[in-house]
């Protein structure tokens, strides 16, 4: 995977909280903040895990992103999908956006309308994810619905997000599944 020169991290731990992790080294429950986690980062970065030196969000490997998309002060943990993309796209990957933060908040921002108002126009894949609670999987729903597209075109995406929104929201989030045992690394 390339990465975007001149980038990282810091401090940002967010991809340590929120995935569920469930591989014969490392697990972790989502929504559980690794214990090798501290306030500056990865206390163990240098010898990290596989999956973690794996795992890069799209805000570390995808140039539409600028700064202010870092995930810990964005509030949104931006990844490449690779799954549910219809025939219909011409492109085999999208971008799911995962409201990390205070979501009702965020899909009021104009700079958060304005990306999907670019992403659905040029028909780019995007989806809008929540994370579940803790343990279970997040809960994603497409933005490229003829609902997005009207509303585009009326100026009300304000109001389509906040419906996507009240979708996840309402979910009936699935347990996620841990199926390693040996270093669960859960806080
Ligand atoms: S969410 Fe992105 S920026 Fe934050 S720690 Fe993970 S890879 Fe780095
Ligand atoms: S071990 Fe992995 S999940 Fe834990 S803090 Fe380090 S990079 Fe994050």
Not at 35 to 43: N, P, S, V
Not at 178 to 187: C, L, R
């Amino acid at each position: 995977m390339e990465l975007i020169p001149g980038r990282s991290c810091g401090d940002c731990t967010v991809c340590c909280t929120w995935p569920t992790i469930n591989k014969p080294e490392i697990q972790k429950v989502s929504g559980s903040t690794c214990r090798h986690c501290t306030a500056g980062g990865c206390a163990i970065y240098e010898t990290r895990f596989p999956v973690c030196r794996g795992f890069y969000c799209a805000w570390r490997s995808v140039d539409i992103f600028d700064e202010g998309w870092r995930p810990d002060k964005s509030g949104v943990m931006p990844y490449v999908e690779t799954e549910g993309i219809s025939e219909n796209f011409d492109l085999s990957t999208g971008i799911g956006l995962m409201l990390v933060g205070h979501a009702g908040k965020i899909v009021r921002q104009r700079w958060f309308q304005d990306f999907i108002i670019t992403g659905v126009m040029n028909n780019v894949p995007l989806f809008l994810s929540l994370p579940g609670p803790r343990g279970h999987q997040a809960a994603t729903v497409s933005l490229n619905t003829e609902e997005m597209v009207e509303a585009i075109r009326r100026g009300t995406v304000k109001d389509a997000l906040e419906g996507a929104l009240k979708i996840l929201r309402g979910w009936d989030y699935a347990p996620a599944v841990i199926t390693y045992s040996g270093n669960d690394v859960s806080t």
